[in-house]
Each structure stands twice: as structure tokens, then as C-alpha cells.
């Protein structure tokens, strides 16, 4: 028998770790230097880019929307600036994803997490939303203090963290409000959404939308990328030895003390480190982690902590860039001598590459050789086929006729099929007998009801192939489809 | 009843007292949260039996403060839906018959409300691809016993065949056996030479000169001296490859015998003007009218 364990002695914790474990609030303090401005400059553009896109204008002809990027659900369209896309060609979205997430690898496999640290919108925000935060409640330290403090909050406090929320809100509903601008003519809807006339759907939407931006990038933070974010996890496994990631490089030497001291250990010729142990790269990490751990998970690689480090290097006059975008293969290369070595060109970002201009080739040549004029032909279920007073057999489809392009068409229709069969349109008296002619509208489809009928003498036996040719009669431009002639 | 309960030494809990063959089940009882919720939707059902209508009664059931019914609020959409539907179907009813087709919005309009209307009312005789059967015609060819335009196929909609409405197609093809208009025989014959009007084979022996006689005498009022029929009296052309009741020799006797007289109900105010206008370019335009 097993000996009786008593409960309170039990300690699972000690054992296994904590299932849950709370949010530690970051504090990340202020820093200038190379990536901080290379942050402020991408934020800036794609903050731009975002807030902005939906006013820029395309002119596509009267009657056409004027907007360069425009995503019209009510007539099923997709406008960016030349190109316009039908519901049916949603595949070049495929082909876009696809080049998205290999153009995602090929950052991963060169510069790390490139997309987390600098472009990813949940960084881009979160560092707007602190830039904020710090403007009104000051640095690291101050925060830090008065969130602390359990005396009672005067006005000033109060304000304060009034301001902040609503500066964010308004951030947040700034960032809702352009999200529907990209689903609607932006100036017209930015008039009725002011004058309260926008249709409820614009409302819910920008509701929606500033909920997400201020919970994302105001509360949850870095732990959208830590823990919902599945990308981290993903990027870990397509690395390589080879990829450059932010990186603390520990050949720089142990141990890590006090300025004083390095310098007296120095003298004494005994091993010390260039690492001061100030703990600033902590201090300006967006997600609280510390880089000298090595490469981990939390770390979105945004580069900051080696501004700080630069900084407190140049100050106590040794080299820079003790954090750097670096790898093991070259901190071991210098610990035994050698000069480090890139390779960014290698099998991998080489083969991206190829994947990326081939995917993108491909994308280009069906956008640039497709058909602004289609067909599509469906034959009659019920009845299938139909037996004429003469003898002669009929078969009847629906044809609709796609017209992509910017003007009105005028086509006429003939086949391929059973010998001197004619063709009717319902609905249109043809002026060249057995070849009607019918009009497209610019930029619609219409349905037509087309009847075949085949002489009693030139009768199929059974089911024979017909095709149906759709010829622009101004631009020659030509449409085909198959389907079958059936006899009874 | 004794309480068997007692401490777990492992856990520290108390166990409920229940035991299966030396396993005891320990005392974990519901969160409050959920036990609270659930007196929460108890409560909910209460007012919900006051508010909707709930329990039913003898004759009857409780209507409920709120006097919700479903069958009220599908009246409301109903009318909501003729609302948006009445104006498209104006403008349906004030075309032009002969123009409906030429225009592609009306004409879309008309077919799809026709195929509708011909589903509901139709079907069951003359088939959902209107493909017909014996005794029904077939609405996708060319022939037609009434006349096969549009203002034709209208009327025939409206008024019907023999449906005794007072302006309905009357007419019809008589009993010349029943009624000892001819005799055996002569049904034989002129059977025959029916057949041979459509260049289907004759029987051996048929006396051909006899068969037009007795097909003069008797036929060619409603039929006319060629066989083609008459679509005023809704005399089928006897010349072509369409045969309603079957083209062989028995099935020709028995129609000689017996007379046909099929119906077709009247529609008129039993669908609205607009709705018989789009069944009328429905069935003309499903492509055998002329």
C-alpha cells in the first residue's frame, strides 16, 4: 500500500510551474537611435498608407467608382487603382496571400521577425498607443510611480488618465472609421457618417473596430503576440542557423558588472564583460523580456534594445552594438578568431525568392492575358430536349454573357454544333439570321435564353459537342464555351 | 436517514456518503455561478410564460402580454415583401404585352415570376420543365392546338379550355364511334389515312380512296381539307411529328371513337393580370412560341 500523502504538503507548483500566470504590466521606457527612427518612419508610412488610401482617386470613367482602392460588396467588386476584379476571380487573392506569407518567410529567413518588430499592425498601434501614453504620463519611471501609488488620485492624476483614454479612443475610432472608408466612396460616406445618414452597418462597423484597435493596443499588447498570435510560433520552426535575429552577443565576454569595476577587473587583466548589467534593453522592451537570455519567443526582434544598449555603450566608451542583429554561427566564428560571416544568399531565400516571382509571374501574365469578355453556358435540365412539329430537335441553354470591361459591347453569337442548326435568342429578332446579336452593358453580365434547334435530316443520333462563340463585333474579341446538343 | 459522510484523507474533502464496490464519491458541489443561473432561467421562464404565449388551453392557449404570433408577423413580411415586389410587378402589368420581351429587365422579371407561378399551378398537368404527357401538351415545341403566340397563349391562360368560363376555348373532338357517326371500319380506315397525312405507314389492305372520302365528310370542318387543323376550334394539325394522344393506329381508333375533350381550367381571377402576363411570356418564350 501506498503511503497516505497528506494534501498540504503537496506542492504542485514547485513541481510543474504555473498553469496561469498573471499579466505583468510593461512599463517601456523612451530611447532614440537608429531602429526608433527607422520605427517612427515605418509607422509613419503605414499609419499613412492605412488612413489615407481610401481618399486617393482613380479616375475609371462616368458611371465607374472614382476611388483607387474600393471593395464594392453591394455590385460584387474589387477596385485597386487599374485593376478590377469579379467575384470570380477571387483566386488572384489566393495568389496574393500566397505571395504574402512566402514574402513573410523570406524576411524570416534574412532579418528575423522583420514583419512582428516594425510592420505588423498590433506593433505598429501598440507603439502609437504608447508614444501616447508616455506624451501624457511621462517616462518608464514616473508610470511606473503612479500607478504604484495607493494615495488618493487628485485632478491632475485624474485628467490625466481621462486625456490618455481618450486620445487612445479617438485613435481607435480614427482607425474604425477608415477601415469602412476602404468599403464605400470614402468623401461621400465621411459626409454622411458626420451628418448621421451613413447606413447602420458603417456605425456597427466602426464600433467593432475601435473596440479591437483600443482593447489591442491599449491593454492586451504584447500579449496578442505572446500568446494569440500563432506567427511566433510558426517563424520558430521555418529559421535557420543562418537568419539574422536580434541578438545579445555573449562573445563580448562574462562576467557582467559595474562599470568600476569591469575597469578594475580589466586591469587586473581578469575576464569581464562589456555588459554593465544596467538593465536598460529590459527597460525599453515593448514586451518586457530581456534579450540576454538569448532568442525566445516574447521577443518581437523591433530592435529597440539595441538603441538603448548603443547608447549606454557609447557612454562608457566601449563598441557598440553589444545587441545586433547577429546569429550563434558568428558569435562562435569570433569566439574562435574568425571574421563573422552573412549569408543571406543561401538555398532558402533563394528558393523564396524564386517562389515569390514565380507565384507573382504567374499572378501578372492571367492578369494581364485575361479575357474581358467570358461565356458561360448551361443546358436545359427539364426537358433536355425538345421534338418540333417538323421533326426537328431543339435544345435550349441559358447563356450569360460576362462583359469586364469599361464600355458597352455589342456581340454576335454562333456555334459549332449539329449541321444547319439555327440559333434563336428569346427576346431578340435577329437581323443576320442564326447569328444574334445582343448587347452587354459595360461592366455586367446578362443572362440570355438561347434555343438550338437542329434540322430533322442533320439529327444527331445522340449527344454531340456544340460550341458556343461569342464575337465583339467592334473589337473582334472572342468568347468560347462548350456544352452538349442532346437528342431525345 | 444517517449521514455516512466523511473527510477524504487524500484530498480533504468530504464525500457525499454514496459508495460503489469501495469507491466514494466526493462532495463537489455546483458553483454558486451556475447554480445561480440556473434559479436565473427558471425565473426567465416565468416571465416568459407571462410576456409570449405559452401554455396551451382546452380550446385555445395563452396569448401572452406582448400578443406576439408568428403567424401575424409572417402576415407583416408577407405584405412587406408585395410592398418591395408590387412596383417591379407594375410595371410588369402596364408593359406592352409584346414588349415585355424585348426588354432584358422584364423579360428576367417575367421568367423567373413565371417559372414560380407555373411551379404552383401548372406542373401537376403539364410538368415542371412543362414537358407535358399524354393529354397535356408540351409547352417547348411548336405546336399548338390554340395558336402559339402571345396574345394566343394569354387568352388560353385566362379563359382556359372547356373550363366553362363564358369566354373559353370551346370546341371539340367529337365521339364518331360512340355516337354511331361511323362504323368500325370506317374508324379503320380513316385512321389510316390519317396516318398517312403525318407519312406514317398504313395497314395493308387500306383502301385509300375510302379513307379521304369518309375524312372529307366528317373531318375537314374542324381539321381543314389538309389535315393542319384549326387553332379557332383547337383542331390539332394531323400533318406534323407532335401527336398529344399517340400516333398509332389504336390510339387513333380510340380517339375517333370516343372524341377528346381535354381541359384546362380558367386563370383569370384566380391570378392577378400581371402574374397571368408573365406566365404568358414564360410559356412563350420557353421557345416554342411563335
Not at chain 1, 504538503?9 to 500566470?21: F, H, S, T, V
Not at chain 2, 375524312?215 to 398529344?244: Q, Y
Request: hydrophobic share 40%.
Amino acid at each position: 500500500m501506498n503511503k497516505t500523502v497528506n494534501p498540504t504538503d503537496l506542492k504542485l507548483d514547485d513541481d510543474y510551474g504555473p498553469l496561469y500566470a498573471a499579466q505583468k504590466k510593461v512599463y517601456p521606457q523612451s530611447v532614440s537611435g537608429t531602429f526608433r527612427r527607422i520605427k517612427w518612419g515605418l509607422m509613419a508610412f503605414c499609419l499613412g498608407v492605412y488612413y489615407f488610401l481610401p481618399f486617393v482617386r482613380w479616375n475609371r470613367g462616368l458611371g465607374a467608382p472614382s476611388q483607387a482602392v474600393l471593395i464594392d460588396l453591394p455590385n460584387s467588386r474589387f477596385y485597386f487603382f487599374f485593376i478590377e476584379l469579379w467575384p470570380q476571380e477571387v483566386y488572384y487573392f489566393t495568389g496574393l496571400l500566397i505571395v504574402a506569407a512566402i514574402a513573410l518567410f523570406l524576411m524570416n529567413s534574412i532579418g528575423g521577425r522583420i514583419w512582428c518588430g516594425y510592420l505588423c499592425p498590433q506593433t505598429v498601434w501598440t507603439d502609437l498607443f504608447y508614444a501616447v501614453e508616455r506624451l501624457i504620463e511621462g517616462d518608464r519611471r514616473e508610470r511606473m510611480k503612479k500607478d504604484k501609488s495607493s494615495d488618493p488620485m487628485k485632478l491632475e492624476r485624474i485628467s490625466e488618465i481621462v486625456l490618455k483614454h481618450s486620445i487612445w479612443l479617438l485613435i481607435a475610432w480614427w482607425t474604425g472609421g477608415a477601415w469602412v472608408l476602404y468599403f464605400n466612396d470614402a468623401p461621400t460616406l465621411v459626409k454622411e457618417l458626420v451628418t448621421f445618414q451613413a447606413p447602420m452597418i458603417a456605425y456597427i462597423w466602426i464600433c467593432i473596430l475601435t473596440a479591437s484597435t483600443y482593447v489591442l493596443a491599449g491593454f492586451m499588447r504584447e500579449q496578442v503576440c505572446t500568446y494569440m498570435c500563432p506567427w511566433p510560433r510558426i517563424q520558430a520552426a521555418l529559421t535557420d542557423e543562418w537568419a539574422l535575429n536580434v541578438t545579445y552577443r555573449y562573445d563580448r565576454g562574462e562576467k557582467r558588472t559595474s562599470v568600476k569595476k569591469a575597469a578594475e577587473l580589466r586591469a587586473l587583466g581578469q575576464p569581464v564583460g562589456d555588459c554593465i548589467d544596467c538593465y536598460q534593453c529590459v527597460a525599453v522592451c515593448p514586451t518586457g523580456i530581456d534579450i540576454r537570455d538569448g532568442a525566445q519567443m516574447g521577443c518581437i526582434q523591433c530592435g529597440l534594445c539595441i538603441d538603448a544598449c548603443d547608447t549606454v555603450m557609447t557612454k562608457i566608451g566601449r563598441p557598440t552594438r553589444l545587441i545586433g542583429y547577429d546569429n550563434d554561427i558568428n558569435i562562435e566564428r569570433r569566439q574562435a578568431g574568425k571574421a563573422p560571416i552573412y549569408r543571406i544568399v543561401r538555398a532558402r531565400t533563394i528558393a523564396y525568392s524564386v517562389l515569390i516571382a514565380v507565384v507573382g509571374g504567374i499572378m501578372l501574365y492571367t492578369l494581364a492575358t485575361r479575357s474581358m469578355l467570358d461565356v458561360n453556358v448551361l443546358h436545359d435540365r427539364n426537358p433536355i430536349a425538345v421534338k418540333l412539329s417538323d421533326g426537328s430537335i431543339r435544345n435550349a441553354y441559358t447563356v450569360r454573357l460576362l462583359n469586364k470591361s469599361g464600355y458597352d459591347r455589342v456581340v454576335a453569337i454562333d456555334i459549332d454544333g449539329p449541321v444547319n442548326a439555327g440559333v434563336h435568342v428569346v427576346g431578340v429578332d435577329s437581323v443576320t439570321p442564326d447569328r444574334p446579336m445582343v448587347v452587354i452593358p459595360r461592366d455586367a453580365t446578362s443572362e440570355l435564353r438561347l434555343l438550338v434547334t437542329a434540322p430533322a435530316e442533320s439529327n444527331p443520333e445522340k449527344s454531340i459537342p456544340v460550341r458556343f462563340h461569342v464575337t465583339d463585333i467592334g473589337l473582334g474579341e472572342v468568347a468560347s464555351a462548350t456544352d452538349n446538343f442532346v437528342s431525345p | 436517514m444517517t449521514d455516512h459522510s466523511e473527510v477524504d484523507t487524500v484530498t480533504g474533502k468530504s464525500t457525499t456518503g454514496h459508495e460503489w464496490d469501495g469507491i466514494k464519491e466526493l462532495n463537489t458541489p455546483l458553483p454558486r455561478w451556475w447554480v445561480m443561473t440556473f434559479y436565473l432561467t427558471i425565473l426567465w421562464s416565468i416571465g416568459y410564460w407571462i410576456v409570449y404565449p405559452a401554455w396551451p388551453l382546452i380550446s385555445g392557449y395563452t396569448s401572452g402580454v406582448l400578443g406576439y404570433s408568428t403567424r401575424a408577423s409572417l402576415a407583416v413580411e408577407l405584405a412587406n415583401l408585395e410592398k418591395i415586389r408590387g412596383e417591379k410587378m407594375a410595371m410588369l402589368a402596364a408593359a406592352p404585352l409584346a414588349d415585355i420581351e424585348k426588354d432584358p429587365a422584364l423579360l428576367a422579371l417575367a421568367r423567373a415570376k413565371g417559372r414560380t407561378v407555373f411551379g404552383d399551378n401548372c406542373a401537376p398537368c403539364h410538368g415542371s420543365g412543362a414537358s407535358g404527357s399524354k393529354g397535356f401538351p408540351n409547352l417547348n415545341d411548336d405546336d399548338w392546338l390554340w395558336g402559339g403566340t402571345l396574345d394566343q397563349i394569354m387568352q388560353t391562360i385566362q379563359y382556359g379550355v372547356r373550363s366553362g368560363h363564358s369566354k373559353t376555348h370551346e370546341g371539340q373532338m367529337l365521339a364518331f364511334g360512340k355516337d354511331g357517326v361511323l362504323k368500325a371500319d370506317e374508324i379503320v380506315t380513316v385512321a389510316n389515312y390519317v396516318r398517312s397525312l403525318a407519312g406514317l405507314p398504313t395497314r395493308q389492305g387500306y383502301d385509300a380512296a375510302k379513307g379521304t372520302k369518309i375524312f372529307a365528310d366528317n373531318c375537314v370542318s374542324c381539321h381543314s381539307e389538309d389535315g393542319k387543323g384549326n387553332p379557332e376550334m383547337g383542331a390539332p394539325n394531323l400533318t406534323d411529328k407532335i401527336w398529344l394522344y399517340g400516333s398509332d393506329e389504336a390510339a387513333l381508333i380510340e380517339t375517333i371513337s370516343n372524341g377528346r375533350s381535354g381541359v384546362m381550367p380558367a386563370w383569370e381571377g384566380r391570378l392577378d393580370p400581371a402574374t397571368i402576363k408573365a406566365m404568358a411570356v414564360y410559356v412563350h418564350s420557353l421557345g416554342g412560341g411563335k
